[in-house]
Nanobody
Framework: QVELVESGGGMVQPGGSLTLTCVAS????????MGWYRQAPGKQRELVAT???????DYADSVKGRFTISRANGMKTVYLQMNNLKPEDTAVYYC??????????????WGTGTLVTISS
């Protein structure tokens, strides 16, 4: 069993900052990638940022230059530093991990999400 737990959401004013944290635990053999996605009301879930075991990172165009993804603890912890937040960043943010639980078994796992609200 694998569990992803997000924390750090909240309400801030436009221009403010937040840092989200995701911790993966359970029967994890190897993490291929960790990432953050978000879903705003009435919209589809979209990729925000990802980081891979090889060290590459990728960002949505809308957050480049404002958000930074980083990791620790052998990729079992991933952070999303969000600066210069805008009202359009308001969404539920979900942590995602693609990982192996054994040599031949892998899958995508999701956290339950943390709400980020940007409002004055």
């Amino acid at each position: 069993q694998v569990e992803l737990v997000e924390s750090g959401g909240g309400m801030v004013q436009p221009g403010g900052s937040l840092t989200l944290t995701c911790v993966a635990s359970g029967n994890i053999l190897h993490i291929v990638a960790m990432g953050w996605y978000r879903q705003a009301p009435g919209k589809q879930r979209e990729l925000v940022a990802t980081t891979t075991a090889g060290g590459s990172t990728d960002y949505a165009d809308s957050v480049k230059g404002r958000f930074t993804i980083s990791r620790a603890n052998g990729m079992k912890t991933v952070y999303l530093q969000m600066n210069n937040l805008k009202p359009e960043d308001t969404a539920v943010y979900y942590c995602n991990s693609r990982l192996y639980t054994s040599r031949n078994n892998w899958g995508d796992y999701w956290g339950t999400g943390t709400l980020v609200t940007i409002s004055s």
